[in-house]
């Protein structure tokens, strides 16, 4: 068995993003080659409302899918296609925008907004398929418990235990893990895949070699097929993903993410001539999304 260390440390910076939401943005263009087929992870965690109830208002998405998981608070969302509905505690929002969607994300004001986004590619191939959601409940992600760790199985599969949700087209991983102190948890990784966490609190050591991993970074681990951490003196919880990457070019511009910058023209050009929007809407769905700006 060959464990994986680590490769990279990344603390990500400060930004404000859609109407003016303040949040981390982790992962970005810096780091799409090193973190292939994870695009982007936001962080946000406010106990100040001001910060995020401005929320991200309509915009297009084409070419990814975006992973809301939300550990706190609540976003209301809604869609060019007639979905609407509300992300809570422990749920999660897999979108799939594909050819091209136009949504809008609102938190509402609580004691706390505390949760990621993470972009996913889509292949060359997959560019174009249909838009969808999954909307994943708490209630939903099978939970593993196995004394040294409670292991939520969002995304894939862990130990024989198929999580809440499978991805079509990148096969991704995505575990929320709460380890106590001074335990050890081994878990066995795709050899091929990208594999990296977040922190969310805490601190570990990758056992390995051990590094201490803190809180509110991303850990981007070497090429094997098993890794293996230890809680620090208050254990820690943090989020687990991986995927196979896709070693395709990229490129991205704002909300859309092509493979050629021939495509971005077209995808931005269709913007502003009103053909962005390849299927229809939902029966009953309305014409138009309200105008929150």
């Not at 910076?13 to 810096?30: K, Q």
């Not at 505690?89 to 505390?114: F, N």
């Not at 939520?152 to 235990?161: R, T």
């Not at 991704?172 to 948890?185: E, H, I, M």
Request: hydrophobic share 40%; with cysteine.
């Amino acid at each position: 068995m060959k464990f994986r260390t680590m490769k990279n440390d990344v603390v990500g910076h400060a930004a404000i993003d859609g109407a003016g939401v303040h949040l981390v943005r982790v992962l970005g263009s810096p780091t799409v080659r090193s973190f292939d087929p994870f695009l982007m992870l936001d962080a946000f965690d406010s106990r100040n409302p001001a910060d995020y109830i401005k929320g991200f208002p309509t915009h297009p998405h084409r070419g990814i899918e975006t992973f809301t998981y939300l550990v706190k608070g609540e976003i209301e969302h809604q869609d060019s296609l007639g979905n609407s509905g509300k992300i809570l505690d422990g749920c999660c929002q897999w979108m799939t925008a594909g050819s091209g969607i136009l949504h809008q994300e609102m938190p509402q004001a609580g004691d706390r907004l505390l949760g990621l986004q993470l972009w996913i590619n889509l292949p060359r191939k997959d560019k174009m398929v249909e838009p969808k959601y999954r909307d994943i409940h708490a209630d939903t992600v099978p939970r593993v418990d196995e004394g040294a760790a409670a292991v939520a199985v969002v995304a894939g599969s862990y130990k024989n235990v198929e999580g809440a949700a499978k991805g079509d087209y990148v096969d991704v991983r995505f575990l929320d893990v709460t380890l106590k102190p001074g335990r050890t948890w081994t878990v066995e990784t795709p050899p091929g895949h990208t594999v990296f966490v977040y922190l969310l609190q805490g601190s570990c050591a990758l056992t390995a070699n051990n590094a201490i991993l803190s809180a509110r970074h991303a850990y981007l681990f070497t090429a094997g097929d098993a890794m293996a951490l230890t809680g620090g003196p208050e254990g820690t919880r943090f989020v687990l993903v991986s995927g196979g990457p896709l070693y395709e070019p990229v490129a991205w511009g704002g909300p859309i993410v092509m493979n050629s910058k021939e495509e971005l023209r077209k995808a931005f050009f269709e913007l502003e001539e009103g053909t962005f929007i390849k299927h229809a809407k939902k029966s009953g769905a309305p014409q138009q999304m309200p105008d929150t700006q």
